[in-house]
């Protein structure tokens, strides 16, 4: 970002802090803009980028008063906008080095060929899948909600009308099994 923008940007910003609801509007326009050409550059997909531009523009609205007016806005936007970006790829490293992939008679898991992982931990990755397709269906149907769909113990509860507590007394069974499987106690 050249300094006529930032500094356009900065100007903006500090009018929306002082309660200008126009200038705030027009400086959500122009960041997302900005931050849709950084993050198309910089990710595998536009369907991700526009993930991730919306979280950042949902933490720079969260964040707003954070920011100092005495510094260039445009560093500010970035670092947000690449933490964002850091969260994404660290839960999609977490969450989706797994794919499910239906077949004729049962459920397989690919490896994302996105995913830099060594053949140590992708042979793991695949004795965890195994392990998980042999829990009884509530089980893995938990397990698969927490670790792979990424979604709290409350979400969790909420989506399948179970208690908190149920929630995590099923996973807990669940991990139990996984570790016996492994013969880890």
Known sequence: MNSSKDKKLS?????????????YELFLMETAKILKSFL????????????VLQETLL???????????????GPWLYAICKNRMIDYHRKQSRFEKFI???????????????INCNEEESEKGIQIIE???????AQ????????????SVK?????????ESSVKVTASRGYKKIREMFGVK
């Not at 100007?11 to 200038?23: C, M, P, R, T, V």
Request: hydrophobic share 35%; with cysteine.
């Open 11 to 23: 100007e903006l910003f500090i009018k929306a802090q002082n309660g200008n609801d126009l200038a």
């Open 40 to 51: 198309n550059k910089r990710m595998n997909s536009s369907s991700n980028a526009e993930d």
């Open 59 to 73: 933490s720079i609205h969260n964040s707003r008063h954070t920011y100092l007016s005495s510094k260039p806005v």
């Open 100 to 114: 499910t992939v239906d077949s004729v008679k049962s459920e397989k898991f690919e490896i994302l060929a996105e």
């Open 131 to 137: 392990c998980l397709n042999k829990l009884p269906k």
């Open 140 to 151: 893995k149907k938990i397990i698969k909600l927490l670790k792979i769909d990424g979604f």
């Open 155 to 163: 979400e969790v509860a909420m989506k399948t009308g179970m208690s």
